[in-house]
């Protein structure tokens, strides 16, 4: 399996459902800098009118990921189902995990005096046979789709095989697994995408994942 998320971003309502549900379901601190997932927002100006959208965001689970090469004791570390996951009795709190991370997705728990981050629900959901995650259950505007990218019939492949999608900072070369669906609103998407932004389809990003799970999966470490 490769666990994977798809964002149909134009639908959200920044109505922090998703948050509120991360922090119940994984006993996350409370306070805005403790996230594992959140809400960013983007101001702008479209045709002369003012432009807000709503950018859902989290661990991206990158295959190539740089946090588990910079980590001196190896508590960032690859997990069967491509879970990029944290050892919290490993962490040495050195923060290097944290600066090699493109999108910012970590934070300090303060409880385990450790390095936190997302984790797909592993521990209070995935590992007990459930086949999504809070964040996702609780959207009340379904932005949020959760599933393995190994899987061809599955319904997060036949979703990416259907629209359009971008990752972000793709440039970093960390071949990150949160999909952002192209907006099927024109307007929306000429405001809410950089003009620098690679648009794929699955047919030209499925190469990419191939050649970067290749090259980490041997480092998969099995959680059973």
């Given at each position: 399996?490769?666990?994977?998320?798809?964002?149909?971003?134009?639908?959200?309502?920044?109505?922090?459902?998703?948050?509120?549900?991360?922090?119940?379901?994984?006993?996350?601190?409370?306070?805005?800098?403790?996230?594992?997932?959140?809400?960013?927002?983007?101001?702008?100006?479209?045709?002369?009118?003012?432009?807000?959208?709503?950018?859902?965001?989290?661990?991206?689970?990158?295959?190539?990921?740089?946090?588990?090469d910079?980590?001196?004791?190896?508590?960032?570390?690859?997990a069967?189902?491509?879970l990029?996951?944290?050892?919290?009795d490993?962490?040495?709190?050195?923060?290097?995990c944290?600066?090699?991370?493109?999108?910012?997705?970590?934070?300090?728990?303060?409880?385990?005096?450790?390095?936190?981050?997302?984790t797909?629900c592993?521990?209070?959901?995935?590992?007990?046979?459930?086949?999504?995650?809070?964040?996702?259950?609780?959207?009340?505007?379904?932005?949020?789709?959760?599933?393995?990218?190994?899987?061809?019939?599955?319904?997060?492949?036949?979703?990416?095989?259907?629209?359009?999608?971008?990752?972000?900072?793709?440039t970093e070369?960390?071949?990150?697994?949160?999909?952002?669906?192209?907006?099927?609103d024109?307007?929306?998407?000429?405001?809410?995408?950089?003009?620098?932004t690679?648009?794929h389809?699955?047919?030209?990003?499925?190469?990419?994942?191939?050649?970067?799970?290749?090259?980490?999966?041997?480092q998969?470490?099995?959680?059973?």
């Amino acid at each position: 399996m490769n666990f994977a998320m798809a964002l149909d971003y134009q639908n959200c309502i920044n109505c922090k459902a998703c948050e509120v549900a991360c922090k119940e379901e994984n006993g996350i601190q409370l306070g805005a800098d403790k996230q594992r997932i959140w809400v960013g927002q983007n101001e702008s100006f479209v045709f002369g009118k003012p432009f807000v959208n709503f950018n859902p965001s989290q661990c991206n689970h990158c295959i190539d990921a740089p946090c588990v090469d910079v980590c001196p004791t190896q508590a960032s570390y690859f997990a069967d189902g491509g879970l990029v996951l944290t050892d919290k009795d490993k962490c040495i709190l050195c923060k290097g995990c944290m600066e090699a991370c493109p999108y910012d997705a970590r934070y300090v728990d303060d409880k385990y005096v450790a390095v936190d981050k997302c984790t797909f629900c592993y521990d209070t959901r995935i590992s007990q046979g459930e086949t999504t995650t809070a964040c996702q259950a609780t959207c009340p505007t379904k932005v949020r789709f959760f599933g393995d990218i190994d899987d061809e019939d599955g319904e997060l492949v036949a979703l990416l095989k259907s629209r359009k999608f971008f990752v972000l900072k793709e440039t970093e070369g960390t071949v990150p697994k949160l999909f952002y669906l192209f907006p099927e609103d024109e307007n929306f998407a000429f405001g809410s995408i950089g003009h620098d932004t690679t648009i794929h389809t699955w047919d030209s990003y499925k190469p990419i994942i191939e050649k970067a799970k290749a090259k980490r999966s041997p480092q998969w470490k099995s959680l059973t």
